[in-house]
Nanobody, 116 residues
Framework: QVQLVESGGGLAQPGGSLRLSCAASGFTFSTSAMSWARQAPGKGLEWVSGIYSDGSVTYYADSVKGRFTISRDNAKNTVYLQMNTLKPEDTALYYC?????????RGQGTQVTVSS
């Protein structure tokens, strides 16, 4: 079955950086678009970024454009989210999903907290 395991979250200061990873198994990763979504406390799920199966095209929510970068390594069945210039409003539980818009199967998430 589909398994997605996110890691790399933690506590960061405003302006800091974190790199999230998502290890995938149970489906053909190399032919699947992937995405990241997040859910802040008391809020709904927010799509963050998506990437085509071959990595040729990427999409970003306006709230993270210019600060976050999505990438993937099909040889390692892993998708990444490099997060720079973090803001307190980036605090959320971050999930990866096996589709472009964050609506597919998701993992358990990794917590990102941005605070001084």
């Amino acid at each position: 079955q589909v398994q997605l395991v996110e890691s790399g979250g933690g506590l960061a200061q405003p302006g800091g950086s974190l790199r999230l990873s998502c290890a995938a198994s149970g489906f053909t990763f190399s032919t699947s678009a992937m995405s990241w979504a997040r859910q802040a406390p008391g809020k709904g799920l927010e799509w963050v970024s998506g990437i085509y199966s071959d990595g040729s095209v990427t999409y970003y929510a306006d709230s993270v454009k210019g600060r976050f970068t999505i990438s993937r390594d099909n040889a390692k069945n892993t998708v990444y989210l490099q997060m720079n210039t973090l803001k307190p409003e980036d605090t959320a539980l971050y999930y990866c999903a096996n589709d472009l818009r964050g609506l597919g199967s998701r993992g358990q998430g990794t917590q990102v907290t941005v605070s001084s």
